[in-house]
Protein backbone atom coordinates (compact mmCIF):
# COMPACT_ATOMS: atom_id res chain seq x y z
CA UNK A 1 0.00 0.00 0.00
CA UNK A 2 1.84 3.31 -1.00
CA UNK A 3 0.27 6.55 -0.21
CA UNK A 4 1.22 8.87 -3.32
CA UNK A 5 0.61 12.65 -3.27
CA UNK A 6 -0.21 14.40 -6.76
CA UNK A 7 0.26 17.95 -7.54
CA UNK A 8 -2.42 19.85 -8.26
CA UNK A 9 -2.76 21.53 -11.81
CA UNK A 10 -1.65 24.60 -11.39
CA UNK A 11 -4.51 27.66 -11.78
CA UNK A 12 -3.28 31.09 -14.06
CA UNK A 13 -1.92 33.29 -11.36
CA UNK A 14 -4.67 35.81 -12.20
CA UNK A 15 -7.19 33.18 -10.18
CA UNK A 16 -4.59 33.03 -7.15
CA UNK A 17 -4.51 35.59 -4.11
CA UNK A 18 -1.45 36.54 -2.90
CA UNK A 19 -1.06 36.36 0.95
CA UNK A 20 1.59 35.73 4.14
CA UNK A 21 0.97 31.96 5.57
CA UNK A 22 -0.86 32.14 8.83
CA UNK A 23 -0.20 28.72 9.17
CA UNK A 24 1.85 25.87 7.97
CA UNK A 25 1.23 24.40 4.45
CA UNK A 26 2.56 22.14 1.14
CA UNK A 27 3.02 23.74 -2.12
CA UNK A 28 0.34 22.46 -4.84
CA UNK A 29 3.83 22.62 -7.33
CA UNK A 30 6.48 21.00 -6.01
CA UNK A 31 4.84 19.34 -2.84
CA UNK A 32 7.46 20.82 -0.30
CA UNK A 33 6.06 22.23 3.12
CA UNK A 34 5.84 26.07 3.28
CA UNK A 35 6.91 27.70 6.48
CA UNK A 36 4.24 30.57 8.93
CA UNK A 37 5.08 34.06 6.87
CA UNK A 38 6.17 32.51 3.86
CA UNK A 39 4.95 34.38 0.94
CA UNK A 40 2.60 32.36 -1.16
CA UNK A 41 -0.47 32.23 -3.56
CA UNK A 42 -3.64 30.67 -2.82
CA UNK A 43 -6.98 29.35 -3.68
CA UNK A 44 -9.63 28.57 -1.68
CA UNK A 45 -10.42 24.72 -1.76
CA UNK A 46 -7.54 24.02 -3.12
CA UNK A 47 -4.13 25.33 -1.42
CA UNK A 48 -1.38 27.10 -1.79
CA UNK A 49 2.16 27.56 -3.70
CA UNK A 50 5.38 28.95 -3.44
CA UNK A 51 5.40 32.33 -5.36
CA UNK A 52 8.60 30.81 -7.55
CA UNK A 53 6.90 27.49 -8.09
CA UNK A 54 3.66 29.75 -9.93
CA UNK A 55 6.21 32.19 -11.71
CA UNK A 56 6.28 31.82 -15.48
CA UNK A 57 10.05 32.45 -16.51
CA UNK A 58 9.04 33.43 -19.82
CA UNK A 59 6.61 36.20 -18.75
CA UNK A 60 6.88 39.60 -17.05
CA UNK A 61 5.86 39.17 -13.75
CA UNK A 62 6.15 41.58 -10.57
CA UNK A 63 6.67 39.71 -7.34
CA UNK A 64 4.57 41.30 -4.42
CA UNK A 65 5.77 43.16 -1.60
CA UNK A 66 3.88 43.70 1.50
CA UNK A 67 3.84 47.48 1.47
CA UNK A 68 1.28 47.53 -1.76
Do not use: N
Request: hydrophobic residues 35%.
Amino acid sequence: EYDLLIAAPPPPVDYLKRITLEHPGMCQECLEEMAIGEKAYWQESVGVWHVRCRVDPTAQVELFDEKK
